[in-house]
């Protein structure tokens, strides 16, 4: 690298100006005088350094330059004076050394005089130039290395005319195409030139500007660019002490130009071979001219890896001294083999080998492995040097302490045969290599071994071959080449018996550090090649079992399980059956989110280190012992061990169903199997049940959990739509690490609104209100049932829309308000019935309903006299929904889930023709009370109004009476004044026994034991309720196939009574039939029961 200092002189007055410079040695020295170039004769000499002792002046100086005159530039040797573009004279002397350094006058006759003082310096960023290579068009780039001591110093370049030095690059003054950037941690600046051209082809000179004030550079490197016209190129690969030629033609136009070979590496020029300047043999090299043929032949005998490198082969532009025309490019590669013969190795299909290439003599080479089958295209290296890396499917580790490349396959495959070479690049050009076929067998053994930790476990392997045994674990890159073991590892040659080739190896007190991967096999030593092919892959996983636990569960239920690992929160958790080994592990696959995984859902909770399971259906199958666990490393797990017992009986689990108004209180009554703490959640969107959820109170009463039947209540006061749904009760338990909960009880919560009654021909809403959080689910509005398999959705909205309709119905959709209303129009008795307010989610969630029942225009006006008898027969569309009620509103004919007294009445009885659709109601003895109107029917009901008169002969009969009394009474009076007889009056009373008032229930009429709660006024009316309840008996002994009923009407009478009739026909076997009731009475409550007799054949 040339150095180039450039300074400028602190002049002191008189005729001679001094100066003190300092330059390096190899480098080169650039001084700017600041004085005037002029046309007078130029001098300079150098004082001899034994000056002093010479008696004659004259010879004191050694002249340099003797008074010559140019317009621009003076040379000679290595010493220049030249005029800079400011007119100033530039002092520059190149390749500086040690005898350079002294005393220089240097002067312009007549004019002025300068003293400038040389010292040069050692540094070793200076020693050398650099010959830089770029094709036209491309981008050429290049490094400046300068001192420490300069690293804040603004940096410049400069380019070397034919006779002049101009600034290319500084600070103040930069031009297109050029950049530079100052790398100040390696103190080098890089100079980027872009889209080269022929005219930017030259010497460079890199520099610092040291001293601002005074204008002084220093540390100038030198730097030749020759720019090329590239043509062509070969390569050719040739092996060491071989002979090499290659041939290179020139045009008829390039004859004449000069000729000139290269060598070149990296776009550095490495040396010139030859020029026709000096066209000459050099050793080895030979170059031959045909000037008719055009052709300039280079024969390298006796190749050396040294001779590896780019030549290139051009001719001179000489409008460009730096430009050329290369007319051929030639890469000779050079193959340094081992003449040691091939290696040979054997692995077998997904197994491992480790292959180690020793090249104790290039150390720190780059080393490689190729596949020669793709022409070694593709060579894996480590890329860097002392440390594994990977490169596709192998590892590689250069060892440059010993000079070894080991290669890893880490999986060997087929596909992996074949012939490799395993080499090292002695320089750029050259390598050195060995030959190694490799032949893939099937196939590896695989086993797994098991350990609980402080135990001893034993590993025993056998190998295919008599070579030395070799025993590994696998490190986390999934590399293996040491033993690791915490204790003692025992490999006993002793065992190794020659026609089985097994040995064992033995690990004493087991810990963490021992789980993980082994791999044994054979290890087989060539002369530069050392094979270690793994066939047995042992898996030691290390168990830590903390406690073992025992839960009971219920055929039916459901079942939570809450795994602990405080000391692991993040780590990985499972629940597995021990079964089946544990071959199918549960886990969640995600943290802190419910996931199903078959028949299991499970929670990591990674803040509290607890792993939930949950069994949405408990089976007997899924009884057994089970593993609840933590990978607490990839081959270290510890766990507990659960025994889970699944019981089937009658008395678990339980179903219920609970209904309730909505803005009512319910109460939940539930009784668990086992003395443990109670637990009631609710099951959510996903089925798994965890929380309790109300929308007022929820009180847990421990005070009623009585030991010998375990009972406990729930009140949920306040019922809003999102106390809805499905309800789990049961028995929670705690373990030192698990926690159990067994849900026995399932009950089901519907909420029922007041139901719609309206004529035919008018139209309904029906209102459903919802929970705020499914306001972005669609809703549905269902007649009947409203599950997924036969559900009978009427319509459906979503958050998006306003209103829906179809045909009749619309549906409207409140978000603020959290309502949707379904409005019938135009109803008719296909219209009556149950709806369902339903929210759709992965299930359908049916949360409200409440009925409709349409009254019919048609109306039956009936009139009747005491005694006689009536039957009424009466619609419907539901075999399972008949009534027949007397009430002033068809709403009170429906029962809302309060129990009622039931009161029966034998005058009535019911008759059914199922296929026609029709029953009857047959009353006899009909009285005065009878009148009123009725309700005939179901969710379809027709008004009846029965009037009931008085006979005539019973009026005949009353008025004889009545005139007898007169008369009698009117000769008692007679007596009485005549004072013979003396009486006392006398007047029959009939008092009219009437039902005690009490409030209509509002729900379905098909039930058979009512409760009446006396005093209560039906809403709106002042009428008393009496309510009748009949079954069709199964008795066939009756002849007259009669159905009845006997009322005991209540001792506290009202002015007016309800008689109420509801009936549930069965099946008959028989045609006749015949159905007793019997009624009793207490002091709260009336009760009927029905008993059923069959008819003897």
Request: charged share 25%; with cysteine.
């Given at each position: 690298?040339?150095i180039?200092l450039?300074?400028?002189?602190?002049?002191?007055s008189?005729a001679?100006?001094?100066?003190?410079v300092?330059g390096y040695s190899?480098?080169?020295?650039?001084?700017?005088?600041q004085?005037?170039?002029?046309?007078?004769?130029?001098?300079?000499a150098?004082l001899?350094?034994?000056?002093?002792?010479m008696?004659?002046?004259?010879?004191?100086?050694?002249?340099?330059?003797?008074y010559?005159?140019?317009?621009?530039?003076?040379?000679e040797g290595?010493?220049?004076?030249?005029?800079n573009?400011e007119?100033n004279l530039?002092?520059y002397?190149?390749e500086l050394?040690?005898h350079?350094?002294g005393?220089?006058?240097i002067?312009?006759?007549g004019q002025?005089?300068i003293?400038?003082t040389?010292?040069?310096?050692e540094?070793?960023?200076c020693k050398?130039?650099?010959?830089?290579?770029?094709n036209?068009?491309?981008t050429?780039?290049?490094?400046c290395?300068?001192?420490q001591?300069?690293?804040?110093?603004p940096?410049i370049?400069f380019k070397?005319?034919k006779?002049s030095?101009?600034t290319?690059?500084?600070?103040?003054?930069k031009r297109?195409?050029f950049?530079?950037?100052d790398d100040?941690q390696?103190?080098l600046?890089?100079v980027?030139?872009t889209a080269?051209t022929p005219?930017?082809?030259?010497?460079y000179?890199?520099g610092?500007?040291?001293?601002r004030?005074?204008y002084s550079?220093s540390?100038?490197?030198?730097v030749?660019?020759?720019?090329?016209?590239?043509?062509?190129?070969?390569?050719?690969i040739?092996?060491?002490?071989e002979?090499?030629?290659?041939?290179?033609?020139?045009s008829w136009?390039?004859r004449d130009?000069?000729?000139i070979?290269f060598?070149?590496?990296n776009?550095?020029?490495?040396?010139?071979?030859?020029?026709t300047?000096?066209?000459t043999q050099?050793e080895r090299?030979?170059v031959?001219?045909n000037?008719?043929n055009k052709l300039?032949t280079?024969?390298?005998?006796?190749?050396?890896?040294?001779d590896?490198?780019?030549?290139?082969?051009?001719?001179?532009?000489?409008s460009?001294?730096?430009?050329y025309?290369?007319?051929n490019?030639?890469?000779?590669?050079?193959?340094?083999?081992y003449?040691v013969?091939v290696?040979?190795?054997?692995?077998?299909?997904?197994?491992?080998?480790?292959?180690?290439c020793e090249?104790p003599q290039?150390?720190t080479?780059?080393?490689y492995?190729?596949k020669?089958?793709?022409?070694?295209?593709e060579?894996?290296?480590?890329?860097?040097q002392?440390?594994?890396m990977?490169?596709?499917?192998v590892?590689l580790?250069?060892?440059?302490?010993?000079g070894v490349?080991?290669?890893?396959?880490?999986?060997?495959k087929?596909?992996d045969a074949?012939?490799?070479r395993?080499g090292?690049n002695?320089s750029?050009y050259?390598e050195?290599?060995t030959?190694?076929?490799?032949?893939?067998r099937?196939?590896?053994?695989?086993v797994?071994e098991?350990a609980h930790?402080?135990?001893?476990?034993?590993i025993?392997?056998?190998?295919?071959?008599e070579?030395?045994?070799?025993?590994?674990?696998?490190?986390?890159?999934h590399i293996c080449q040491?033993?690791?073991t915490?204790a003692?590892?025992?490999?006993?040659?002793?065992?190794?018996r020659?026609?089985e080739?097994v040995f064992?190896?033995?690990?004493?007190?087991?810990s963490v550090?021992?789980a993980g991967?082994?791999?044994?096999?054979a290890?087989?030593?060539?002369t530069?090649?050392?094979?270690?092919s793994?066939t047995t892959?042992?898996q030691?996983?290390?168990?830590?079992k903390v406690g073992?636990?025992?839960?009971?569960?219920?055929s039916?239920?459901?079942?939570m399980?809450k795994?602990?690992?405080?000391?692991?929160?993040?780590?990985?958790?499972y629940?597995c059956k021990e079964?089946?080994?544990?071959s199918e592990?549960?886990?969640?696959?995600?943290?802190?989110?419910?996931?199903e995984?078959?028949?299991?859902?499970?929670y990591d909770?990674?803040r509290?280190?607890?792993l939930?399971?949950?069994?949405r259906?408990l089976?007997?199958?899924d009884?057994g012992?089970?593993?609840?666990?933590?990978n607490?490393?990839?081959?270290t797990?510890?766990?507990?061990e659960?025994?889970?017992?699944?019981?089937d009986?009658a008395k678990?689990p339980?179903t219920k169903?609970?209904s309730a108004?909505?803005?009512?209180?319910?109460?939940i009554?539930c009784?668990?199997?086992?003395e443990?703490?109670?637990h009631?959640?609710k099951?959510?969107?996903?089925?798994i049940?965890?929380?309790?959820s109300?929308s007022?109170?929820t009180?847990?009463?421990?005070?009623?959990?009585?030991?010998?039947?375990r009972?406990?209540?729930?009140?949920?006061?306040?019922?809003s739509?999102?106390?809805?749904?499905?309800?789990?009760c049961?028995?929670e338990?705690?373990d030192?690490?698990l926690?159990?909960i067994s849900l026995?009880?399932?009950?089901?919560?519907n909420?029922?609104m007041a139901?719609?009654?309206r004529?035919e021909?008018?139209?309904?809403e029906?209102f459903?209100?919802?929970?705020?959080?499914y306001k972005?689910k669609?809703k549905?509005?269902?007649?009947?049932?409203?599950?997924?398999?036969?559900?009978?959705t009427?319509?459906?909205?979503v958050?998006?829309?306003k209103?829906t309709k179809?045909?009749?119905?619309?549906l409207?959709y409140d978000?603020?308000a959290?309502?949707?209303?379904?409005?019938?129009?135009?109803?008719?008795?296909e219209d009556?019935?149950?709806?369902?307010?339903a929210?759709?989610l992965?299930?359908?969630m049916n949360?409200?309903?409440?009925h409709?029942i349409?009254?019919?225009?048609e109306?039956?006006?009936?009139?009747?006299?005491?005694?006689d008898?009536?039957?009424?027969q009466?619609k419907h569309h539901d075999?399972h929904q008949?009534?027949?009620c007397k009430a002033?509103?068809?709403?009170?004919?429906?029962?809302d889930g309060?129990?009622?007294e039931?009161?029966?009445?034998?005058r009535f009885?019911f008759?059914?023709?199922?296929s026609?659709g029709?029953?009857?109601?047959?009353?006899?003895?009909?009285?005065e009370e009878?009148?009123?109107i009725?309700w005939?029917?179901?969710y379809?009901?027709?008004?009846v109004?029965l009037?009931?008169?008085?006979?005539?002969?019973d009026?005949i009969v009353?008025?004889?009476?009545?005139?007898?009394l007169l008369?009698i009474?009117a000769s008692?009076?007679l007596?009485?004044k005549?004072?013979?007889?003396?009486?006392?009056d006398?007047?029959p009373?009939?008092?009219?026994?009437?039902?005690?008032?009490g409030?209509?229930?509002?729900a379905?009429?098909?039930y058979?034991?009512i409760?009446?709660v006396r005093?209560?006024l039906?809403?709106?009316?002042?009428?008393?309720?009496?309510?009748?309840?009949?079954?069709?008996?199964t008795?066939?002994?009756?002849?007259?196939?009669?159905?009845?009923?006997?009322?005991?009407?209540?001792?506290n009478?009202?002015?007016d009574g309800?008689?109420?009739?509801?009936v549930?026909?069965?099946?008959k076997?028989?045609?006749?039939?015949?159905?007793d009731?019997?009624?009793?009475?207490?002091?709260?409550?009336?009760y009927t029961?029905?008993s059923?007799r069959?008819?003897?054949n």
């Amino acid at each position: 690298m040339k150095i180039l200092l450039f300074f400028t002189f602190s002049l002191i007055s008189g005729a001679v100006r001094c100066v003190s410079v300092t330059g390096y040695s190899g480098g080169s020295l650039l001084v700017d005088s600041q004085k005037n170039w002029l046309y007078d004769s130029k001098y300079m000499a150098k004082l001899h350094e034994n000056a002093k002792y010479m008696y004659n002046p004259s010879n004191e100086w050694r002249i340099i330059i003797y008074y010559r005159k140019d317009d621009k530039w003076i040379n000679e040797g290595r010493f220049t004076l030249f005029k800079n573009n400011e007119g100033n004279l530039m002092i520059y002397i190149r390749e500086l050394n040690q005898h350079d350094a002294g005393r220089y006058r240097i002067r312009v006759i007549g004019q002025w005089t300068i003293d400038m003082t040389l010292n040069v310096e050692e540094d070793s960023c200076c020693k050398e130039s650099k010959r830089v290579i770029v094709n036209i068009g491309e981008t050429a780039t290049f490094s400046c290395e300068y001192s420490q001591n300069h690293i804040n110093d603004p940096k410049i370049i400069f380019k070397e005319g034919k006779d002049s030095i101009e600034t290319i690059y500084s600070s103040w003054d930069k031009r297109e195409r050029f950049s530079v950037y100052d790398d100040r941690q390696k103190n080098l600046f890089n100079v980027r030139i872009t889209a080269v051209t022929p005219d930017d082809g030259g010497v460079y000179l890199c520099g610092v500007w040291i001293n601002r004030d005074l204008y002084s550079y220093s540390i100038i490197n030198t730097v030749h660019l020759h720019v090329m016209d590239s043509c062509c190129g070969v390569s050719k690969i040739v092996k060491t002490g071989e002979t090499v030629s290659f041939i290179c033609k020139y045009s008829w136009n390039q004859r004449d130009a000069r000729k000139i070979i290269f060598k070149a590496e990296n776009n550095i020029i490495d040396e010139m071979i030859f020029t026709t300047d000096t066209w000459t043999q050099k050793e080895r090299f030979s170059v031959y001219y045909n000037s008719h043929n055009k052709l300039m032949t280079v024969i390298i005998s006796a190749v050396t890896p040294d001779d590896g490198g780019v030549y290139l082969c051009g001719v001179l532009d000489y409008s460009h001294p730096y430009s050329y025309s290369i007319i051929n490019t030639v890469h000779l590669h050079i193959i340094d083999k081992y003449k040691v013969g091939v290696s040979r190795a054997t692995g077998h299909s997904g197994g491992r080998m480790m292959i180690k290439c020793e090249h104790p003599q290039h150390k720190t080479k780059p080393k490689y492995i190729c596949k020669e089958s793709d022409g070694c295209s593709e060579r894996k290296n480590p890329g860097v040097q002392d440390e594994w890396m990977e490169n596709g499917d192998v590892s590689l580790y250069d060892d440059t302490r010993a000079g070894v490349l080991m290669v890893f396959f880490r999986e060997l495959k087929a596909a992996d045969a074949g012939t490799y070479r395993c080499g090292v690049n002695v320089s750029h050009y050259t390598e050195s290599f060995t030959e190694l076929q490799l032949l893939v067998r099937d196939d590896a053994t695989f086993v797994t071994e098991s350990a609980h930790l402080g135990e001893e476990v034993n590993i025993t392997c056998q190998i295919p071959e008599e070579h030395k045994v070799h025993f590994c674990k696998e490190d986390d890159d999934h590399i293996c080449q040491n033993i690791s073991t915490s204790a003692v590892t025992e490999i006993s040659p002793s065992s190794e018996r020659n026609e089985e080739r097994v040995f064992t190896v033995s690990i004493s007190n087991v810990s963490v550090r021992d789980a993980g991967v082994y791999w044994c096999g054979a290890e087989t030593r060539d002369t530069h090649l050392t094979f270690i092919s793994l066939t047995t892959k042992i898996q030691l996983n290390l168990f830590t079992k903390v406690g073992v636990s025992r839960a009971t569960g219920h055929s039916g239920g459901r079942m939570m399980i809450k795994c602990e690992h405080p000391q692991h929160k993040t780590k990985p958790k499972y629940i597995c059956k021990e079964s089946d080994g544990c071959s199918e592990r549960k886990n969640p696959g995600v943290q802190d989110e419910w996931m199903e995984n078959g028949d299991v859902s499970l929670y990591d909770d990674t803040r509290a280190g607890v792993l939930m399971v949950f069994f949405r259906e408990l089976k007997a199958a899924d009884a057994g012992t089970y593993r609840c666990g933590v990978n607490v490393s990839h081959y270290t797990e510890s766990f507990t061990e659960l025994q889970l017992d699944i019981r089937d009986g009658a008395k678990y689990p339980k179903t219920k169903t609970e209904s309730a108004h909505l803005g009512e209180e319910v109460n939940i009554t539930c009784q668990i199997p086992e003395e443990h703490k109670v637990h009631f959640c609710k099951e959510d969107d996903d089925h798994i049940c965890q929380n309790i959820s109300t929308s007022a109170v929820t009180e847990m009463s421990p005070s009623s959990e009585r030991n010998e039947e375990r009972v406990f209540t729930v009140s949920i006061s306040n019922v809003s739509v999102r106390d809805a749904g499905v309800y789990w009760c049961g028995a929670e338990t705690r373990d030192t690490h698990l926690t159990f909960i067994s849900l026995t009880t399932k009950i089901q919560l519907n909420l029922f609104m007041a139901p719609v009654v309206r004529r035919e021909g008018e139209s309904a809403e029906i209102f459903c209100p919802y929970d705020s959080i499914y306001k972005s689910k669609s809703k549905s509005l269902c007649k009947g049932k409203c599950s997924t398999r036969d559900r009978n959705t009427l319509n459906e909205t979503v958050r998006e829309e306003k209103e829906t309709k179809t045909d009749r119905l619309t549906l409207n959709y409140d978000v603020t308000a959290s309502v949707f209303t379904g409005t019938i129009t135009g109803l008719t008795a296909e219209d009556a019935g149950k709806y369902w307010c339903a929210v759709t989610l992965e299930r359908d969630m049916n949360y409200l309903y409440t009925h409709l029942i349409v009254i019919m225009n048609e109306e039956l006006n009936l009139t009747k006299y005491e005694g006689d008898d009536v039957s009424i027969q009466c619609k419907h569309h539901d075999e399972h929904q008949k009534c027949f009620c007397k009430a002033h509103e068809p709403s009170m004919c429906v029962k809302d889930g309060v129990s009622l007294e039931t009161i029966r009445d034998d005058r009535f009885s019911f008759s059914d023709e199922a296929s026609t659709g029709v029953f009857t109601v047959n009353i006899t003895d009909l009285r005065e009370e009878d009148s009123g109107i009725y309700w005939c029917g179901s969710y379809i009901t027709t008004k009846v109004t029965l009037e009931v008169k008085k006979n005539v002969s019973d009026r005949i009969v009353i008025s004889c009476v009545c005139v007898s009394l007169l008369l009698i009474g009117a000769s008692v009076l007679l007596l009485y004044k005549l004072g013979y007889i003396k009486t006392r009056d006398q007047h029959p009373s009939t008092d009219g026994t009437e039902m005690s008032s009490g409030k209509a229930p509002q729900a379905v009429c098909d039930y058979e034991n009512i409760r009446d709660v006396r005093q209560r006024l039906v809403s709106g009316t002042g009428d008393d309720v009496l309510y009748s309840n009949t079954k069709l008996s199964t008795d066939s002994s009756d002849p007259n196939h009669t159905l009845y009923s006997t009322v005991q009407l209540p001792t506290n009478p009202s002015d007016d009574g309800l008689l109420y009739a509801s009936v549930r026909f069965m099946k008959k076997k028989h045609e006749e039939s015949l159905s007793d009731a019997k009624v009793t009475f207490n002091n709260e409550e009336l009760y009927t029961t029905v008993s059923h007799r069959t008819r003897p054949n």
